[in-house]
């Protein structure tokens, strides 16, 4: 009995680490797509100054939001998305106009799309 | 380097673990779904061991989530018949009062060279010794010879013994074995005032053994030159 007790409980850590984990990770990466797409839009209409502020702020706030994201996302994909973070503020002050844009695009995509990966749908389960 | 290394003894400490908890049945004769789930474990366990781009827990929570069910379902199993047979199936009877069951065979996927090995393995010769031949749940086959082909017992022969027990561990490396002692009906002081009357500290004993009538063995650590 101890032993059903046991499992029970250790069942019961894994869906609630679960659970937790989707709601953590819904909302950071909630505000860090918004963050790129604040960047994307504020690029796109001219304000160059609103789209630098966004990719900053993503560039700093990528590496803290996403710390425990590393227990069960797949390493390597959050290490490119930090690079590609990182590069955007650098590319808006160094580098050609369109370049901003087409990282700003890709960032915000591969942070849907790690997300995507993660919620328990059917097409992921399959 | 050190990030393999240290999640190398996590792992091996959650499998342990898991090991523990999923019991001795686990360790000792495996039914079909245990042995999936051992196997599983193991390959599970290898995966984030190898590669440090796999998060750790990839492979703890699937490990965790396997030994759960398996102690859950080990319950359901016992508390309901019918799972336990549709889990682990029917021991079936292929030699019945030294008759081969054929179909049995075909059905088990067994051959007759199976068989014989088994019972070779069991020092029987003869299939007409055999009063069943079972195939157990977990794959193996369990042999009950005819009366006239089993070994004489004691009680056959109305040989009187006493019951003495046997001889188990009381003190092993200088240290009180507990179980042994309860076992023998004893006690710690009385293995400590039987060690002092022999002259000997419980530290200075490599073994002691007793059985059931307090009979006593002590084997002395050698005293190194």
Redesign the interface.
């Known amino acids: 009995m101890k032993r059903v007790i046991a499992a029970l409980v250790l069942l019961s850590l894994v869906v609630i680490g679960c659970a937790v984990s989707l709601v953590v990770g819904q909302r950071e990466f909630d505000y860090l797509i918004h963050l790129a797409e604040t960047a994307e839009i504020c690029y796109r209409n001219g304000d160059t100054d609103g789209a630098l502020a966004a990719a900053e702020t993503l560039a700093s706030e990528y590496p803290e939001r996403t710390r425990h994201f590393a227990l069960f996302l797949p390493h390597q994909a959050l290490t490119e998305l930090e690079k590609s973070t990182a590069s955007l503020p650098l590319i808006l002050k160094y580098g050609e106009p369109l370049d901003f844009t087409a990282e700003a695009r890709r960032c915000r995509l591969m942070l849907e799309r790690l997300w995507d990966q993660e919620q328990p749908s059917w097409e992921n389960i399959v | 380097m050190a990030i393999t290394a240290l999640r190398t003894v996590i792992i091996y400490i959650v499998i342990i673990a898991a090991l523990r908890?999923a019991?001795k049945r686990q360790l000792g004769e495996l039914q079909p779904g245990e042995l999936v789930v051992t196997l599983l474990i193991a390959d599970l366990a290898s995966v984030p061991m190898q590669d440090?781009?796999?998060?750790?827990?990839?492979g703890l929570?699937p490990i965790?989530?396997l030994?759960?069910?398996?102690?859950?379902l080990s319950?359901l199993m016992l508390k309901w018949r019918w799972l336990s047979r549709l889990v682990s199936g029917n021991p079936v009877v292929i030699v019945n009062d030294g008759v081969l069951d054929q179909k049995a065979l075909k059905r088990l996927r067994l051959t007759v060279e199976d068989l014989m090995e088994t019972m070779r393995q069991q020092e029987v010769f003869d299939i007409r010794d055999v009063q069943y031949a079972i195939v157990e749940t977990n794959g193996k086959i369990s042999l009950f010879l005819k009366p006239n082909a089993q070994a004489a017992t004691r009680a056959d022969v109305q040989t009187l013994i006493s019951d003495k027990g046997a001889p188990v561990p009381i003190v092993s490396d200088g240290k009180l074995i507990d179980w042994g002692i309860a076992v023998c009906g004893l006690s710690a002081n009385w293995v400590e005032d039987k060690l002092k009357k022999r002259g000997c500290a419980l530290s200075d004993v490599l073994l002691m053994t007793a059985d059931k009538s307090h009979k006593v063995y002590i084997v002395r650590r050698e005293v190194s030159s």
């Open positions: 908890l019991g440090v781009g796999i998060p750790l827990l990839n929570v965790a989530v030994v759960a069910l398996e102690l859950i319950a």
